[in-house]
């Protein structure tokens, strides 16, 4: 694990970007779990914002990110024009700050702070199902109405998963993964084809922020969409990459601060009970039901095992790649069946 000064390079990018407010206190925030580094920002005069670090994936992807997400949380319209926070402007730009010294290479973004309203039940009931999957419904259809004036993002499950690929060809790859290549090698190959087969002409694209717990959201007390913060894993990419989460966060055992990633939850009952009322607002397609189970694939292969040494504590990253090995991959072919859910939606 490093041991980085944060609070410095907080300073650092902070006097690049204005070296007239003095910051008085830096206080870490960050989510126990997880690797990334998120920290409460206060300033002499009582001002106050979000300083934001990260070190996986590239400078590039992430300044990318940052310019499309503020993009499209400048153009949501009404409800949902104040969900994303509003990251700070330099220059007419999203203020990034890049800092590199021997061998630590980490990235700063700046937010003002996002308001919160309530969090969901750990566990949620058969209504609260219901008026979920109407509200995020409507969430998709807003994002997907901007997309065409939001910067081109040059990230994309392909590009994602043939780096993969190349690491994987990699000696540093190979003693990572010494034992699971093949499997490794035969997962990606199956996600190319059925991407290639079912999405890759006919869905579009859109903004999608994948990790949807229940940490990462709140909401009013009608559960429409309040606020939403932690964006690690934005992209642009399908809608349905979203539902493994909400599947997660509709499921009988609810959250859990032990977890693992298991695809059960996308053939729950209460999953499908979410995506019924989904359908009604923004009908999906055969196709993209279809996927759904390459969203899954996706995500265990570009964020437990290709990312999951950097996004995870070391403790989490080796117990869940051993569960994707003996456990994820196997079951999707297993356990995933489209036809369930085809037929509780009409399609």
Not at 36 to 43: D, I, K
Not at 258 to 263: D, E, G
Not at 285 to 312: C, P
Request: proline residues 3%; contains cysteine.
């Amino acid at each position: 694990m490093r041991i980085i000064d944060y609070p410095s390079i907080i300073k650092i990018a902070w006097a690049n970007f204005d070296n007239s407010k003095t910051i008085a206190h830096i206080e870490d925030i960050s989510a126990k779990v997880s690797t990334n580094h998120v920290f409460r920002v206060r300033f002499d005069n009582d001002d106050m914002i979000i300083a934001k670090l990260s070190y996986f994936g590239t400078y590039e992807h992430f300044k990318e990110d940052h310019q499309i997400i503020h993009a499209l949380s400048n153009n949501l319209l009404y409800p949902f024009e104040n969900v994303l926070a509003k990251s700070l402007v330099k220059d007419n730009e999203v203020y990034t700050y890049r800092f590199r010294e021997g061998t630590i290479d980490t990235w700063v973004v700046f937010y003002n702070p996002i308001r919160n309203l309530h969090r969901l039940p750990r566990r949620l009931d058969d209504d609260l199902i219901r008026k979920l999957g109407t509200e995020i419904a409507k969430f998709h259809k807003a994002c997907a109405r901007v997309s065409t004036v939001l910067p081109k993002a040059s990230k994309t499950l392909r590009s994602d998963i043939q780096d993969l690929l190349n690491f994987l060809d990699t000696d540093v790859g190979q003693f990572e993964h010494r034992m699971h290549i093949e499997q490794l090698k035969e997962q990606c190959q199956i996600f190319l084809e059925n991407r290639q087969k079912l999405v890759a002409k006919t869905v579009e694209t859109m903004p999608v922020f994948m990790d949807w717990n229940i940490g990462n959201f709140s909401v009013t007390k009608n559960l429409e969409l309040y606020s939403r913060w932690d964006y690690d894993w934005f992209r642009i990419s399908y809608r349905v990459m979203d539902f493994y989460f909400f599947s997660r966060v509709v499921s009988d055992a609810g959250d859990r601060t032990v977890f693992s990633y298991y695809i059960g939850p996308l053939m729950e009952d209460r999953f499908i009970l979410f995506l019924q009322e989904y359908h009604k607002v923004y009908p999906l397609t055969e196709n993209e039901v279809r996927f759904m189970k390459e969203a899954y694939r996706f995500f265990i292969l570009n964020y437990v095992i290709k990312y999951g040494r950097y996004f995870f504590h070391r403790t989490y990253a080796t117990k869940l790649q051993r569960e994707a090995y003996e456990i994820y991959f196997p079951s999707i072919d297993k356990e995933f069946n489209a036809e369930k859910i085809l037929k509780a939606l009409n399609i």
